[in-house]
């Protein structure tokens, strides 16, 4: 079992919660996740790790209430467990060689953008993060980030914070006034990152994206998280999350996130009745 240390709500469906997993956290390293089951009857849901403290043993995992296995874990407190999690899973992100990057995290996707800023940063790379919600109660982390940035910059679809428009026009300026940026960094909606992809494809900058395919067994044997990079077949959980944005499908993404949205309005419909 892996006890919950600490939580702490982000946003009002943005939950963080602090777990004990020793094993875990002495081999993780950004940009790798975690499979986690909170009972013996729930679905399987990975989550990238947030942060880790080797020394204490734990990691901290942050996650939007999206579906029903997402409102259950935010639902558990302090002191509770959860029954299985596997990990670290996926390739980690390569940090180092890089000079000037670019860090974008849009939604929820700013917590799995945390540790990479972070590990940028400490690595001796000049970091701008820029990071954007829909509207100032759903940004999080911004002390977070602001701590391991040369420059932040926020944005709000609906302008109640900081810019008042998308992640991409901060991205536009700074292409246009930075032209030595070795990397960006996107993760967020795939709409966003297909437009991070898109933009950086102009200013011939490399972006990489990482990718929040629906997964099952997490080890690349049930195809579920299949993606379509550079017009080859690629397992999200064993060859990613991270890829080269400018080879990645995101129509092909797309329609295969939206496989079973159906089958989870029904799950939740019947949860409430
Ligand atoms: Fe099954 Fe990736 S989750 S192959």
Redesign the pocket.
Known sequence: MYRIIRKKVLAPTMKLIEVEAPDIAAKVLPGNFVILRIDEKGERIPLTVADYDRKKGTITLIFQEVGYTTKHLGRLEEGDALLDLVGPLGEHMQIEGYKKVICVGGGSGTALLYPKTKAFYEAGAKVLTITGARTKELLILLDELDAVSDELYVTTDDGSYGHHGFVTDILKELLDKHDDVDLVVAIGPVPMMKACAELTREYGVKCIVSLNAI???????????RVIVGGETK????DGPAFDGHLVDFDDLMRRLSYYKKHEEEVLSNECC
């Open positions: 997964m099952v067994d997490g080890t690349g044997m049930c195809g579920g998280c397992f999200t959980c064993v």
